[in-house]
């Protein structure tokens, strides 16, 4: 079992910037990519970015050029930088890894509220 625990969300005003961090605990061996997601009401979950255990990284277009995705590795941490915030970013945020030997192939975080007001 893995563990993913997400903080860093919170209120911000639309220009500013929130870091968002997920922890993971537990069996952490066959973990390979890590990706957030975002979910407003109403709305399907939305990949935002991906990460790859050597680095290799992607982007949904709405996310990209304001949006950064990393990882520590030797932390167990995965992090989205998000600058100039837009209310329409506003949604629950998700941490999701993908593990090589579970099934379903990946775990999810709790969820964390990112608002964004105008």
């Known amino acids: 079992q893995v563990q993913l625990v997400e903080s860093g969300g919170g209120l911000a005003q639309a220009g500013g910037s929130l870091r968002l961090s997920c922890a993971a605990s537990?069996?952490?061996?066959?973990?390979?990519?890590m990706s957030w997601y975002r979910q407003a009401p109403g709305n399907l979950r939305e990949l935002l970015a991906r990460i790859t255990s050597d680095g290799r990284t992607n982007y949904a277009d709405s996310v990209k050029g304001r949006f950064t995705i990393s990882r520590d590795n030797a932390e167990n941490t995965l992090y989205l930088q998000m600058n100039s915030l837009k209310p329409e970013d506003t949604a629950v945020y998700y941490c999701?890894?993908?593990?090589?030997?579970?099934?379903?192939?990946?775990?999810w975080g709790q969820g964390t509220q990112v608002t964004v007001s105008s």
């Open positions: 999701f890894a993908e593990a090589r030997y579970s099934d379903p192939p990946g775990y």
């Open positions: 537990g069996s952490l061996l066959g973990i390979n990519a």
